[in-house]
C-alpha cells in the first residue's frame, strides 16, 4: 500500500516538475479561463441575474478543464514516454491516480485566479459554490484523465475529447449550477459526490486497460 | 410475428383512456425505450465479459448492440418529440426528464462511434470501446438524477405526469409490445452480428487465396 | 383524419421508416457480401483448375 502510494507520488512530481520546467499547460489554462470570463460578461445582456452568470462560471471551469486535459498525454504519446512508463515495475492504475493528482492541481491553480476573477467581475461566491468547484474538479479529473488516455490513441486527438468529455460533464454541470443557484445545495454537493465515488472507482479499475495494447 | 401482433393489440384490443390517441404512441414509445436501455446495457455487459475474460468476439457484439441501441434511441427521440408536440404542444420540452436523458445518452454514444472509427482496429480499440461503454452504464443513472434534480432549478413546479393508473388490458398490451420491441432488438442483433462475421470470414478468406 | 390520428401515425410511420432504412442498408450489404462470395468462388475454382 505504501509502495503504491509511493509511486503515485514520484509519478505526479514527475508530472508537475515537467510543468514548472515547460509552463505549457497551467499559463494556458489561466488565460483562458480570464479571458472566456471577459467574454462572458459581453456574451450576458445588461440585466441578466448572477444566477446566469453563476452558469456560465460552471461552463468556463469545464472548459479551462478541457483545455488542460487535451494536453495530459500529449508529452507520453509524442516522446513515446508511455512504453516507459508501462514497463516501470508500478500499478498502471498508479499512472492514473497520479495523472490526475497532476490534473487537479493545475485544476485548482486555474480556479484559484478564476474564482477571484469572477468575483470581481460577477458577483460574489459562498461556501457551496466553493464546496461545489472542489468536488467538481475531483470529479472532472478522474473522468477526464481516462477520457484523455482513451482519446490520445486516436487519429483525431484534440477533437475527439470534448466529444468524449462532454455529455460526462453533464451531471457535473448540473451538480455544480445547482449547487451555486439552489436554496439548499446539499443534494446538488450529494450527486457530486457520487459522481466523483463512482467515476474514480469505475476509472481506477478500467484505467489499466485503456493504456495496454 | 410478435410486431404485427403488438401493432393490431395496440389498435384493437386497448381501450382509449381519457389521454386520447395518444396512448397509442405510449404502447410504442416506451417499448422502444427500455428496449434501448437494454441495448446499451447488453452492450457494456459485453465489454466487461471482454476485459473480464477476453473472449473473442465480445468487442463486436457489444458493439453491436451499442449500434442498435443508438437506432433504438433515435426512435425515441423521434417518438418522443411527436408525443411531446402532440399532449402539451411543443416538439421539444426540458422538463420531460425521459427525453433529456436520452439526449444526453445519444451524444455520449455517438462519441462512441467517433472513437471507434479514430482508433486503428486492434486488441487497444476493443479495450477502449468496453472501457467507454462501462462508463455509459454508469453514467444512465447518474443522468437520471441529474435531470431530475436539475428540473427542479430549472422548472420550480413539479411536473407529475403519472396519468391515470393502467387498466388490465392496457398493461397487457404494454408488455406484448416491449416483448415485440425486445424480439425485434434480440433479430436485428443476430442478423448484423450474422453480417459483421460474414464479413470478417470473407475478409480471411480473400487474404487466404490472395 | 384528425389532428390526433396524424400525430399517431406520424410516429408509427417514424418507427417504421427506421425499420425499413436499416433493412435496406443490410440488404445492401448482403447483396455486396453475395458479389464477394462470388468473386472469391471464380477465384478458388480457377485455382482448383489450374
Redesign the interface.
Known amino acids: 500500500m505504501t509502495a503504491y502510494l509511493m509511486d503515485v507520488a514520484t509519478l505526479a512530481r514527475k508530472d508537475l516538475r515537467l510543468e514548472l520546467r515547460a509552463r505549457s499547460v497551467v499559463p494556458a489554462m489561466l488565460l483562458f479561463v480570464v479571458a472566456a470570463l471577459v467574454v462572458f460578461h459581453f456574451a450576458l445582456p445588461s440585466g441578466s441575474s448572477d444566477l446566469a452568470a453563476k452558469g456560465m462560471l460552471w461552463v468556463a471551469i469545464v472548459f479551462t478543464a478541457l483545455l488542460g486535459l487535451t494536453r495530459a498525454f500529449v508529452a507520453e504519446r509524442e516522446q513515446r514516454l508511455i512504453d516507459g512508463l508501462l514497463l516501470a515495475p508500478c500499478d498502471r492504475s498508479a499512472i492514473w491516480l497520479a495523472k490526475s493528482a497532476a490534473m487537479l492541481g493545475f485544476l485548482v491553480v486555474a480556479e484559484l485566479v478564476a474564482l477571484p476573477a469572477f468575483a470581481l467581475f460577477f458577483s460574489g461566491i459562498d461556501g457551496a459554490t466553493v464546496a461545489g468547484v472542489a468536488l467538481a474538479d475531483l470529479g472532472i479529473c478522474a ?1 477526464g484523465t ?1 477520457l484523455a488516455a ?2 490520445v ?4 486527438r484534440e477533437l ?1 475529447l470534448p ?2 468529455f ?3 460533464a ?2 457535473i454541470v ?2 455544480g ?2 449547487a451555486s ?2 436554496d439548499e445545495p446539499a ?2 454537493l450529494g ?1 457530486l459526490a ?2 466523483d465515488a ?2 474514480a472507482i ?1 476509472s481506477w479499475a ?1 484505467f489499466e ?2 493504456v ?2 | 410475428m410478435l410486431v404485427p401482433t403488438a ?1 393490431a393489440l395496440v389498435f384493437f384490443y386497448a381501450p382509449v383512456d381519457e389521454d ?3 396512448q ?2 405510449f404502447y ?2 416506451v417499448p ?1 425505450a427500455l428496449t434501448a436501455y437494454a441495448c446499451f446495457g447488453w452492450g457494456a455487459w459485453k465489454g466487461l465479459v471482454h ?1 473480464w475474460k477476453g473472449t473473442p468476439g465480445a468487442d463486436l457484439e457489444s458493439y453491436v448492440a451499442i449500434h442498435l441501441g443508438v ?1 433504438f434511441g ?2 425515441t427521440l ?2 418522443g418529440s ?2 411531446a ?2 399532449r402539451w404542444g411543443h416538439w421539444w420540452l426540458w422538463s420531460e426528464r425521459q427525453l433529456v436523458l436520452f439526449l ?2 445519444f ?2 454514444y ?2 462512441y462511434f ?2 471507434r472509427y ?2 486503428e482496429p ?4 476493443a ?2 470501446c ?3 461503454s ?2 455509459g452504464v ?2 444512465i443513472p ?2 437520471f ?3 431530475r ?2 428540473n ?2 430549472i422548472h420550480p413546479v413539479a411536473f407529475n405526469r403519472h396519468g391515470p393508473q393502467m387498466a388490465g388490458s392496457q398493461f397487457f398490451t404494454f408488455c406484448v409490445c416491449l416483448a415485440a420491441m425486445l424480439a ?1 432488438f434480440a433479430a ?1 442483433y443476430q ?2 452480428l450474422a ?1 459483421k462475421r ?2 470478417a470470414r ?1 475478409r480471411e ?2 487474404e487466404l ?2 | 383524419m384528425t389532428n ?2 396524424k ?2 401515425a ?3 410511420l ?2 417504421f421508416a ?2 425499413l432504412v ?1 433493412f435496406l442498408i ?1 440488404a445492401l ?2 447483396a455486396r ?1 453475395e458479389r ?2 462470388g468473386e ?1 468462388t471464380d ?2 475454382r480457377k ?1 482448383v483448375d489450374g
Open positions: 473522468v481516462v482513451m482519446a490513441a486516436g487519429r483525431a475527439l466529444l468524449l462532454l455529455p460526462l453533464i451531471p448540473v451538480g449550477v445547482g443557484v439552489a443534494r446538488y450527486l457520487l459522481y463512482v467515476f469505475i478500467s486497460y485503456v495496454t495494447e | 401493432i386520447g390517441l395518444n397509442k404512441i410504442f414509445h422502444i476485459l437506432i433515435a426512435m423521434l417518438t411527436l408525443w408536440k402532440f444526453v445518452l451524444l455520449f455517438s462519441a467517433m472513437l479514430s482508433v486492434g486488441p487497444q480499440r479495450n477502449l468496453a472501457v467507454y462501462l462508463f454508469v453514467l447518474i443522468s438524477l441529474a435531470i434534480l436539475a427542479q432549478y425485434l436485428l442478423f448484423e453480417g460474414l464479413d470473407l478468406l480473400r487465396l490472395a | 390526433e390520428e400525430y399517431v406520424a410516429a408509427y417514424v418507427v427506421f425499420v436499416y443490410m450489404k448482403l457480401l464477394e462470395v472469391l477465384l478458388a485455382r
